[in-house]
Antibody, heavy 115, light 113 residues
Framework: EVQLVQSGPEVKKPGESLKISCKGS????????IGWVRQMPGKGLEWMGI????????RYSPSFQGQVTISADKSIRTAYLQWSSLKASDTAMYYC????????WGQGTLVTVSS | DVVMTQSPLSLPVTLGQPASISCRSS???????????LNWFQQRPGQSPRRLIY???NRDSGVPDRFSGSGSGTDFTLKISRVEAEDVGVYYC??????????FGGGTKVEIK
């Protein structure tokens, strides 16, 4: 069974750094892209970017380029989304998804940024 | 970027009645490989989204056959033949033909009258 299991909720202050994770199982991790989707409170879905764990090829939405970093460690079947300096506007639910086909979703990681 | 426009924003439906959601793209979603990468997702309250339909009209495993997708080029439709209580939620279309980025429609909220 394909599963994407994300790390738990985070509460951070503006200016702090953060790295959240997404662990894939039930499939060959290096054969599928892993993407990240943002959902701000009460809003729709926004695609942020994607990584191919097999060779770390990474692409970003222009809206998120330079704002976040996507990475992966194929040895532990885990993809990451990180911020170097959080803002209050980064408060959102973040989902990892499998592939450009987006056939599987993680359970989401709620990130709250507040002073 | 390809802009995906959904309508209506909100769709009140009587149980057992049909529902239809429209999704239009700012450019054709036909890929050079001949496929059209248009997906539909359902997000029930408090849950992660799940994919219902891929490549315009293919239902995912476990998706009831009351859900169907159709369309071509720039115009697409998701239909629910007879709405059930468990269908309440927000529905999104998404294109994966012209990427990056993948782009989602703004969502249609389906509720029971």
């Amino acid at each position: 069974e394909v599963q994407l299991v994300q790390s738990g909720p985070e509460v951070k202050k503006p200016g702090e750094s953060l790295k959240i994770s997404c662990k894939g199982s039930g499939y060959t991790f290096t054969n599928y892209w892993i993407g990240w989707v943002r959902q701000m409170p009460g809003k729709g879905l926004e695609w942020m970017g994607i990584i191919f764990p097999g060779d770390s090829d990474t692409r970003y939405s222009p809206s998120f380029q330079g704002q976040v970093t996507i990475s992966a460690d194929k040895s532990i079947r885990t993809a990451y989304l990180q911020w170097s300096s959080l803002k209050a506007s980064d408060t959102a639910m973040y989902y990892c998804v499998r592939g450009k086909i987006v056939d599987y979703w993680g359970q989401g990681t709620l990130v709250t940024v507040s002073s | 970027d390809v802009v995906m426009t959904q309508s209506p924003l909100s769709l009140p439906v009587t149980l057992g009645q049909p529902a239809s959601i429209s999704c239009r793209s700012s450019q054709s979603l036909v890929h050079s490989d001949g496929n059209t990468y248009l997906n539909w997702f359902q997000q029930r309250p408090g849950q992660s989204p799940r994919r219902l339909i891929y490549k315009v009209s293919n239902r995912d495993s476990g998706v009831p056959d009351r859900f169907s997708g159709s369309g071509s080029g720039t115009d697409f439709t998701l239909k629910i033949s007879r709405v059930e209580a468990e269908d309440v939620g927000v529905y999104y279309c998404m294109q994966a033909t012209h990427w990056p980025p993948l782009t989602f429609g703004g969502g249609t909220k389906v509720e029971i009258k």
